[in-house]
Structures are given as structure tokens and as C-alpha cells.
């Protein structure tokens, strides 16, 4: 009986009052049916989306009504000349328009974003122009996109904009079906490459997820949308500017247990590397956080204490 009064309770307190500090720096949970909003933290702040853009890129692809199966070479002018990030959809590869915008929604391939931009009528240009007139339709006001990948520090909105265009994505069967599936197979340069979903909630035990799209880069952070279904209420959540991906995957799991009237994860979660490690494919809604105790073995000389620590490998996206 207590237990349910506190989770009565907690459904009722603002994020500023929930349990468990967020580790990302801008929150916004809004239920799909009511619009109400159900936890927020610097929903208004305007800050670098990174690919979090490519769903706009999706949206405005899909609104030309282009052909879906027409062939898409890959062009040096699609390699990333800002920060270098790599891409193993090699300059040279032919896909068809649709597996080129599965890429850059499952994948986050930034060549794929970068060439659904510059073969869309009118060129980049037409499609800047596109992503603007797309923006002021759902109100997007704080939102400013100038390229498809999401690299420019320069693409920048809040987590209540995102909110709109995350609810407006869900209306594009194709976004739904390309952005929650696991993984899949495409033909690069004749060769069979396995491709995998950025968010690893994705196909995760436990999940119901609508939506999803992750983002990264030095300037926002790591971000994360997603439309969700927890205890039969569906809701959509955007985190932005989070220090690491365990951040993330923690403030995910603590909305889907608020949403549900389940206690937090953790009372205390280190989103620095070296702290907890979180299983997010728990076999029940219950996720289980691991401190690693072991101490690093030391080297110790008279100047100075070398330690070895292994470390772990982070997704970018």
C-alpha cells in the first residue's frame, strides 16, 4: 500500500523533484495522448542537436515524394571534412534512395545523410530551404538546421522542439520501421556489410520503443530521442547534452520505470567514465547497475606510480 503511494506520489512531482538526478543536461518526457508533460530539465535551453537532425533530414526526403529506388552514388563531396568522422559506406558505393536513408537512420551514417541532401532537387540549397519551411510548419521556433548530418555545432534547437518533430516523425511509417530495427545487411561495393542501430535499448528485453534516434558530438553531447511504451502509456522523450552513454541509457531507463510508477534504477549514478556499468537489456524492467571495485595493479618506481586500467571501447553515437 505504501509502495503505491509513493509511486502515486513520484507520478505527480516535477523532474526537478525526481529521485534520481539526470545526467543529461536538457530533458523532455511529454504522454503521447494528453500532452502533458511528465518530467522536464532545461527543456527551453538551445543547444547542438548532432544527428538527433538526420530525422528532419528523413522527414523533408520523404515529403518530396522522391523515388525511393532510384540509385544514390556515394561522392567524395558526402565525406565529412569537419570532424572526420568515419564511415564504412565507402565514396563509390551505389544504393538505392531508401537503403541510403536507412543508413542514416538506423546507422547514422553521416554520408548517407550528407547525399539524401545534396541529390534532393535543388541541391543542398533546396534542401536547407526544405528543412526551413519544414521547421516553421511544426513550429519548430528555437530550431536552426544547416546541414543534413547533424556535424555543425550550428544545428541547434531545444528539447520542446524536438518533441515536435519527434511526434511528427512517428507519422512516417518508414522513420518508425528504419529507426527501431536491430541491425541489417546492405551491399557495399558488392560486398555484404552488417549495419547496426546506434541505441542499444533498441531490441533490448524489456522495451517497447516507437522511435528512436541517438546523436553525438563533441559539442552536444550525447542525445537521444524516443517514443516509448511503458505500463500502456506511450510517450516521447528527448535528453540532450548527457557526459557519456551510460548517462543516457540511465535516464532512459528512469523515465521508462517513472512512467511506469516503478522506483529510479539508482539513488546515485555516475555518468563519468569509471563509473557504474549498466546492463540496459535486463530480462525484467528492473536494470541492474555494477560498480567495478577491482583496483588497477600500480607499478610503483621513486618519481612516480604508473597504473594500468583497461578501458572500454564507447559508441559514438
Known amino acids: 500500500m505504501i509502495k503505491k503511494l509513493f509511486a502515486t506520489v513520484l507520478m505527480t512531482m516535477s523532474a526537478a523533484a525526481f529521485a534520481v538526478p539526470f545526467g543529461s543536461q536538457s530533458v523532455l518526457v511529454v504522454e503521447d495522448d494528453t500532452g502533458k508533460i511528465l518530467l522536464e530539465k532545461n527543456a527551453d535551453a538551445v543547444v547542438p542537436i548532432a544527428s538527433l537532425t538526420k530525422l528532419m533530414t528523413a522527414m523533408v526526403v520523404l515529403d518530396a515524394k522522391l523515388d525511393m529506388e532510384e540509385m544514390i552514388e556515394i561522392d567524395s563531396a558526402d565525406v565529412d571534412r569537419l570532424k572526420f568522422s568515419s564511415s564504412r559506406v565507402a565514396v563509390g558505393t551505389t544504393l538505392s534512395r531508401r537503403d541510403t536513408l536507412h543508413l542514416a537512420l538506423m546507422s547514422s551514417d553521416n554520408r ?22 519544414k521547421t516553421q510548419a511544426l513550429g519548430m521556433t528555437q530550431t536552426s538546421i544547416e546541414e543534413p548530418t547533424g556535424l555543425s555545432p550550428h544545428n541547434r534547437s531545444t528539447a520542446g522542439d524536438l518533441v515536435k518533430m519527434a511526434k511528427a516523425s512517428t507519422h512516417y511509417p518508414e522513420i518508425v520501421r528504419m529507426t527501431t530495427e536491430t541491425k541489417d545487411v546492405f551491399d557495399i561495393k558488392g560486398r555484404d556489410v552488417n549495419f547496426h542501430n546506434t541505441n542499444r535499448l533498441v531490441g533490448a528485453k524489456g522495451w517497447d520503443i516507437g522511435l528512436s534516434k541517438t546523436g553525438y558530438t563533441s559539442e552536444a553531447g550525447r542525445c537521444l530521442i524516443m517514443n516509448i511504451t511503458a505500463a500502456g502509456k506511450k510517450a516521447t522523450l528527448v535528453l540532450l547534452n548527457a557526459s557519456a552513454s551510460s548517462a543516457r541509457v540511465v535516464d532512459a531507463l528512469n523515465i521508462r520505470r517513472f512512467i511506469a510508477g516503478d522506483e529510479p534504477v539508482s539513488k546515485v549514478v555516475r555518468a563519468a567514465s569509471g563509473g557504474p556499468r549498466i546492463k540496459a537489456s ?15 595493479k600500480a607499478k610503483a618506481s621513486k618519481k612516480r606510480v604508473v597504473a594500468k586500467v583497461k578501458t572500454q571501447r564507447k559508441r559514438r553515437n
Open 112 to 133: 548517407a545523410a550528407a547525399a539524401l541532401a545534396r541529390t534532393y532537387p535543388g541541391g543542398n540549397e533546396g534542401f536547407k530551404a526544405a528543412v526551413r519551411r
Open 282 to 296: 535486463a530480462g525484467s524492467s528492473k536494470a541492474k547497475a555494477r560498480a567495478k571495485n577491482n583496483k588497477p
